[in-house]
């Protein structure tokens, strides 16, 4: 048996992706203040780390979202 088979292009237009999308496992900064113990140890327990350089903690996107923290992010 023999099958043929045939594309059809119904509409072409440009594409055009969401930039503000971030990827849910992209590294993101977690800003904490000095004192906020609490806020800290909640990041540290998602998996969270402190980045000496930034003087922030960073933690996945996926993971700040679910913690709440979103205007906490620095990006």
Do not use: F, S
């Amino acid at each position: 048996m023999k099958i043929k088979t045939v594309e059809l292009i119904v509409e072409e237009k440009p594409w055009n992706p969401d930039k503000n999308i971030v990827p849910a496992n992209k590294k993101v900064g977690i800003k904490v203040l000095y004192g906020e113990i609490n806020i800290g140890k909640l990041v540290k327990a998602a998996g969270g780390y402190w980045n000496r350089k930034r003087k922030i903690w960073e933690l996945p996107y996926k993971e700040a979202i679910a913690l709440g923290l979103e205007e906490r992010i620095v990006l």
